[in-house]
């Protein structure tokens, strides 16, 4: 069964301002018909709705990206949430078998932005999946050895001279995830990217 949350449910179980939540809900989400038909409706939030707002937030209050920004970057990666395994399965027990997904244990974002001589703006990501990290003997030295795996988002071969490099932001997302689910106080085995085979590296 989905749980559903109201407003000051949600904000107050995430340590969010009530007044900040509502706003990014308003930016973040489409407006509310039922809200909009019948006045002093508590709006509801499913789980991927309440994360998709904090989400959100968490680019703009966190990592400082202007709303316009924000709301591209949620876009961007909308359809790489789903296929990590980043939204609420109804079915439970839900796991990524599919290649080297399943040895991932988290995820990295590194949120790059082209150069435009115009106005407009266009994101790159560079994700890096952490298999594992242990320590290791190198030369004398104690290091940790980090296994990995990287894809990119959005890179176009041609436009790899335009990404402004000296503008790189992180986006622990397993952890911010991870993070919602446990506030929200919600099944974790609903989320493969939070599954036993996914958890995160101890």
Request: aromatic share 12%; net charge positive.
């Amino acid at each position: 069964m989905i749980k559903f949350f109201t407003n000051r449910e949600v904000s107050h179980r995430l340590d969010i301002n009530l007044a900040k939540w509502k706003r990014w809900s308003r930016e973040f989400l489409p407006p509310d018909p039922l809200g909009g038909m019948q006045s002093g409706f508590a709006r509801q939030y499913s789980p991927d709705g309440a994360f998709k707002v904090y989400f959100g937030g968490h680019l703009v209050a966190d990592l400082k990206f202007t709303i316009p920004e924000a709301k591209q970057i949620v876009e961007d990666l909308h359809g790489w949430f789903a296929e990590k395994g980043f939204y609420f399965d109804v079915k439970g027990n839900a796991t990524l078998n599919k290649g080297v997904d399943q040895l991932v244990k988290r995820y990295i974002i590194y949120i790059m932005r082209e150069k435009r001589i115009d106005n407009n703006f266009e994101f790159i990501y560079n994700v890096r999946g952490i298999i594992s990290n242990e320590p290791a003997n190198y030369k004398g030295f104690e290091i940790t050895k980090e296994l990995y795996v990287e894809t990119s988002i959005g890179l176009q071969p041609e436009k790899v001279s335009t990404i402004d490099l000296n503008i790189v932001k992180t986006l622990n997302i397993t952890d911010v995830l991870n993070n919602f689910v446990v506030r929200l106080n919600l099944d974790r085995t609903h989320y493969p990217a939070l599954s036993s085979s996914n958890s995160s590296i101890s």
